[in-house]
């Protein structure tokens, strides 16, 4: 496993992950019974990061190929796929309020983007360093991000 997001209410837990180069997947768990719950991606490498949106609807996946991959959780099918990034994709947050959804990679580009429709919201940045963490505050209105050489950023989206 590369990437591990519990649900906001922590009932569910994704676990993304895969073989370098070959294939890429998540898996979703129901914490309390331990059942597998959805198995969602075919993707062509690693799974790196990856969230659920606060309402159990959608969930983003991102790897090395640098797609952001939106799946709608009961049907599995694919929402949308986003290619603005050009690198590994590190890091994926839903904003609480299932609103929003930031994307980060390895080559500083944070994109905050509608979750539902894929459309750019804010490109923040830039980051002088690999993006490997993203969280937001609990009104959805900050967003902060967190590079390899040891600084945080907070944006605020209005």
């Known amino acids: 496993m590369h990437a591990l997001a519990f649900s906001r209410d922590g009932a569910l837990l994704v676990a993304g992950g895969g073989r370098g180069a070959a294939s890429g997947r ?11 719950l959805a198995e969602v991606g075919d993707e062509p490498d690693v799974v790196l990061a990856c ?5 159990l609807r959608l969930l983003a996946l ?26 590994w994709i590190t890091a994926l947050a839903f904003s609480p ?8 990679d390895r080559a500083g580009l944070v994109l905050v983007r509608e979750a539902w429709t894929g459309r750019i919201f804010h490109e923040l940045g ?23 050489e040891g600084r945080i950023r907070l944006h605020e989206m209005q």
């Open 51 to 55: 969230d659920l949106s606060s309402d």
């Open 126 to 148: 830039p980051h002088r360093s690999r993006v490997g963490a993203l969280a937001w505050r609990g009104d959805s209105l900050v967003l902060a991000t967190a590079t390899d």
């Open 97 to 104: 309020d299932g609103c929003l959804l930031a994307s980060a």
């Open 26 to 36: 998540a898996v979703v768990f129901d914490v309390a019974s331990g059942e597998r």
């Open 62 to 87: 991102g790897g090395p190929d640098g797609v952001l991959h939106v799946h709608d959780l009961r049907s599995g099918d694919e929402l949308f796929a986003a290619r603005e990034h050009t690198d």
